[in-house]
């Protein structure tokens, strides 16, 4: 939406200097097109076929100069000067030349050394490494808690294991409870051009309890000095169908910290989800027939997927007669004991997609965290999955195929696969959708079950590699 609307682009991105660590010099690389401002903590370190002077707000047409995407450079001396030991901010204000621009580009490096801009790091014989640093930030794996999948008044001991030569001084752990009906997370919802607003509730400070994790042999800790430091959460922050969120932050001895997940990772959190078990459900085929109830143990057999997100969210993408391909709705998946937070879903299907009440669905995995599903037989498929599709399992509208409930697409594609045809795995599974604060409601089609689906593999990449074609 920018052309023919704005000309300004606005970005900043914080970062931390160890105590001690502080250069008299920094080389700055820019990306751009067309121009672009720079500044590191409120001073102005750099301009990039930008004209002298102030810059004006909006600024004036050609204020800056064509300029085709490749990298510019300049050294900076003197940073001490404006630099500071921990959080440092570097702002960068993109211009595009004109209104009626049909590309824009922006991207900035910012090192000690010299930046990737041509890929020219030169050597510094005789000197200090350009990449020395006096101290690392520590080392940090083995996230995990456990039980797995934790029920109502069950305390879950989260725990990771730590180290650094330098000595470590914190382990924090930080967690945030997403209630049943109040779901948040990331980002709002996203517009059509793949744009979203990070929902401000989501990195509110209010929204996270700190706790420390310790490795002396308490508070959940098995061994003493093991370099495995752990932390209980307690049995009353385990609720029916809520979901906890975690993250956790270190720092060694002389202050350099570090936080996981990483920055670059999708998924800002680690996650479980709290649930109880699945319950009886009762159900009737006509008004006035007597409901025919089905136990909990017979429900669960069959694998079960669960989907956390706001009600609204599901209402507008499932009932608001969107056509589009673009994934607007965030939410969290939960499988097999694995929580699947911040992903992407929408309505799928061509002039059936919103037929038939009980539609489909098509959900998106993000980098790194792709969907971890089984077979028909329990058994883990070779390859994970980007993408996740819901058949929905429902009569086909005046074409009097009774019974066809899924098993024509499942039926028919394991016939080709017999036959030795590549076709796409299927398997069943039944669904659950959690947005609202009761799970269940006054009938049948209201509260958390949604009924059965059939998921359907995606004809991508990874299914080249599952069926072994080229």
């Known amino acids: 939406d920018m052309q023919n609307g704005y000309l300004s682009v606005f970005l900043r991105k914080e970062f931390t200097i160890a105590p001690g660590g502080i250069p008299n010099a920094l080389t700055l690389g820019c990306y751009h097109d067309d121009g672009a401002v720079v500044y590191i903590n409120g001073v102005e370190v750099g301009r990039f076929s930008v004209d002298a002077g102030p810059v004006a707000f909006p600024p004036p047409a050609n204020f800056a100069n064509g300029h085709e995407a490749s990298w510019s450079s300049l050294?900076?001396?003197?940073?001490?000067a404006y630099l500071v030991q921990g959080a440092n901010v570097i702002a960068i204000h993109g211009i595009n030349e004109t209104f009626g621009s049909s590309d824009f580009s922006i991207d900035a490096e910012l090192a000690t050394g010299a930046t990737s801009s041509g890929d020219d790091f030169s050597p510094t014989p005789g000197a200090a490494n350009s990449s020395f640093a006096l101290n690392s930030p520590p080392q940090i794996r083995q996230v995990d808690h456990f039980p797995?999948?934790?029920?109502?008044?069950?305390s879950v001991v989260v725990f990771a294991k730590v180290t650094d030569p330098d000595g470590v001084s914190a382990v924090t752990l930080e967690y945030q409870i997403v209630e049943p009906g109040d779901y948040?997370?990331?980002?709002?919802?996203f517009s059509t051009n793949g744009n979203a607003n990070p929902d401000p509730r989501f990195e509110d400070p209010a929204e996270w309890t700190s706790i420390a994790m310790t490795d002396d042999g308490t508070g959940g800790d098995s061994l003493a000095n093991d370099s495995l430091f752990s932390v209980t959460l307690p049995a009353v922050l385990q609720s029916h169908r809520r979901l906890i969120r975690y993250r956790i932050s270190v720092r060694d001895t002389p202050g350099a910290e570090v936080k996981v997940p990483y920055l670059d990772d999708p998924q800002p959190n680690f996650a479980y989800f709290v649930y109880d078990g699945t319950p009886e459900w009762s159900g009737v085929i006509r008004p006035g027939d007597s409901p025919v109830s089905y136990p909990g143990d017979l429900m669960s057999s069959?694998?079960?997927?669960?989907?956390?997100s706001r009600n609204e969210w599901v209402d507008d993408s499932q009932f608001g007669g969107y056509s589009g391909s673009e994934y607007l709705w965030p939410g969290t998946m939960v499988y097999d004991g694995k929580v699947y937070d911040?992903?992407?879903?929408?309505?799928?299907?061509?002039?059936?997609?919103?037929?038939?009440?009980?539609?489909?669905?098509?959900?998106?995995?993000?980098?790194?965290?792709?969907?971890e599903a089984r077979g028909r037989d329990g058994k883990r498929y070779q390859t994970d999955w980007n993408k996740l599709n819901f058949s929905s399992i429902v009569q086909q509208v005046n074409f009097n195929h009774r019974g066809e409930q899924g098993l024509f697409e499942g039926v028919g594609f394991r016939f080709f696969d017999l036959c030795g045809l590549p076709a796409s795995n299927t398997h069943y599974n039944q669904f659950f959708v959690i947005d609202e604060s009761s799970e269940s409601g006054?009938?049948?089609y209201e509260g958390d079950y949604y009924g059965l689906f059939l998921s359907i593999e995606q004809l991508d990449g990874q299914y080249l590699e599952e069926h072994g074609l080229p």
């Open 75 to 80: 050294s900076i001396s003197g940073a001490a």
């Open 148 to 154: 797995q999948e934790p029920k109502s008044g069950e």
């Open 184 to 189: 948040f997370c990331r980002f709002l919802k």
């Open 302 to 308: 069959i694998p079960t997927y669960f989907l956390l």
């Open 342 to 371: 911040h992903i992407q879903y929408r309505p799928r299907g061509g002039v059936h997609r919103y037929q038939y009440g009980k539609n489909f669905w098509k959900f998106d995995f993000p980098r790194g965290h792709r969907f």
């Open 442 to 444: 006054a009938n049948q």
